[in-house]
């Protein structure tokens, strides 16, 4: 008998993070391409405020109506996240530069945006 399995929003945006890779994923091998890319139904503003919540080390600059959030120490940023306001909430981008610290570790950071995403 075959199983038909129905996730919901929330499971299914998770799954999607998980199956995006860790460090053998594309943002491995080409930092210049986006390392998590999806639509929240959340305003930037609570996206931001929910990663300030979770993460340590996180700077918020506001450029345009764009939302910059840097995560890691002064000197060496491990990630980059934009959120961009869309009709349905948020477009988060998140960018990982070539030989950044895993600060924090990529699966936590994969998690909290997942959380926050939901």
């Known amino acids: 008998m075959k199983r038909i399995f129905l996730l919901t929003p929330a ?8 199956a995006c890779g860790s460090s053998n994923g594309p943002s491995a091998h ?15 503003g609570y996206i931001a405020s929910c990663l300030q919540n979770r993460l340590s080390r996180v700077r918020l600059a506001r450029v345009g109506s764009a ?12 990630y980059f996240v934009t959120l961009t306001p869309s009709n349905a909430g ?11 610290p895993d600060d924090p570790p990529e699966p936590e950071m994969r998690f909290t945006i997942a959380r926050c995403a939901t």
């Open 90 to 100: 948020s477009v988060i981008k998140v960018m990982r530069p070539a030989n950044a």
């Open 30 to 44: 080409d930092p210049s391409q986006p390392m998590i890319y999806v639509s929240s139904q959340h305003a930037p």
């Open 11 to 18: 499971a299914a945006l998770i799954a999607t993070l998980a």
């Open 67 to 78: 939302t910059e959030i840097a995560v890691g120490s002064d000197s060496n940023n491990s």
